[in-house]
T-cell receptor
Framework: GQNIDQPTEMTATEGAIVQINCTYQTSGFNGLFWYQQHAGEAPTFLSYNVLDGLEEKGRFSSFLSRSKGYSYLLLKELQMKDSASYLC??????????????FGTGTQLKVEL | GAGVSQSPRYKVAKRGQDVALRCDPISGHVSLFWYQQALGQGPEFLTY????????KSGLPSDRFFAERPEGSVSTLKIQRTQQEDSAVYLC????????????FGPGTRLTVT
C-alpha cells in the first residue's frame, strides 16, 4: 500500500487549536486532499495541496512537505461542530490519470467544552 | 445546484441476493468514482469512469461486483450473490473532469447483508 499514517483519535477543547498529521509514501506522489466526514454523512472537501507550503482557508489550514511525505491539517478556534473524522487522501500517479483517492483510516476528532 | 444523489440510502439483503445501487452524479461531471467504506475506516476505491468508459476497476473485490455507466451520467453498482463481508457504505463521487479537481461525494448507500 501507500503507507498512509494518521492518528486514530484526537480530543481538543472548544476554542483551541488542533493539528492533525498525515504521512505517506513519497514515490509518485501527486497532491494531497483533506476531507471532513461527520458520522453517517458523505465526506466533504476541505483542502488540496500539491506544492510545498501552507494553504489557509478560514479557520482551516493545510500544510504539505513533498520531500518529507508529510502533511497536516490545522483547525483553529475549534467549535463543537468540528467533531468529525478527518481523512487524509494522497494521490499518486500522472496528473489526470484517474485521480482516484486513497484514503487513510481517518482521525476521529472530538471537541469538548 | 443539486449534488450527487444515491439510492437507496439503506438496503438490507439476504445472503445470496443480488443488489443494485444507483448513483446520479452532478450534471456535467465527467468523472465518476465508487468507493466502499467499512465502519471506522476510510473509503476504499472500487472503480472509476470517465464518461461511459470504465478506465479503472482495480479496486473491485471480486467478480461478483460489476459497475456500469452506459450513457456517461447515471451509474449502477451491482453486487451479485451478496456475502456478509459486502456489508458497508457504498459511496459515489463525481468530479468535473479528469484534472486535479475535488471529488463531490454522495450520501452513500448503507448495505447490510444478513
Amino acid at each position: 500500500g501507500q503507507n498512509i499514517d494518521q492518528p486514530t483519535e484526537m480530543t481538543a477543547t472548544e476554542g483551541a487549536i488542533v493539528q492533525i498529521n498525515c504521512t505517506y509514501q513519497t514515490s509518485g506522489f501527486n497532491g494531497l486532499f483533506w476531507y471532513q466526514q461527520h458520522a453517517g454523512e458523505a465526506p466533504t472537501f476541505l483542502s488540496y495541496n500539491v506544492l510545498d507550503g501552507l494553504e489557509e482557508k478560514g479557520r482551516f489550514s493545510s500544510f504539505l512537505s513533498r520531500s518529507k511525505g508529510y502533511s497536516y491539517l490545522l483547525l483553529k478556534e475549534l467549535q463543537m461542530k468540528d467533531s468529525a473524522s478527518y481523512l487524509c487522501a494522497p494521490r499518486w500517479g500522472l496528473t489526470g490519470g484517474g485521480n482516484k483517492l486513497t484514503f487513510g483510516t481517518g482521525t476521529q476528532l472530538k471537541v469538548e467544552l | 445546484g443539486a449534488g450527487v444523489s444515491q439510492s437507496p440510502r439503506y438496503k438490507v439483503a439476504k445472503r445470496g441476493q443480488d443488489v443494485a445501487l444507483r448513483c446520479d452524479p452532478i450534471s456535467g461531471h465527467v468523472s465518476l468514482f465508487w468507493y466502499q467504506q467499512a465502519l471506522g475506516q476510510g473509503p476504499e476505491f472500487l472503480t472509476y469512469f470517465q464518461n461511459e468508459a470504465q478506465l479503472d476497476k482495480s479496486g473491485l473485490p471480486s467478480d461478483r461486483f460489476f459497475a456500469e455507466r452506459p450513457e456517461g451520467s447515471v451509474s449502477t453498482l451491482k453486487i451479485q450473490r451478496t456475502q456478509q463481508e459486502d456489508s458497508a457504505v457504498y459511496l459515489c463521487a463525481s468530479s468535473r473532469d479528469r484534472g486535479t479537481h475535488e471529488q463531490y461525494f454522495g450520501p452513500g448507500t448503507r448495505l447490510t447483508v444478513t
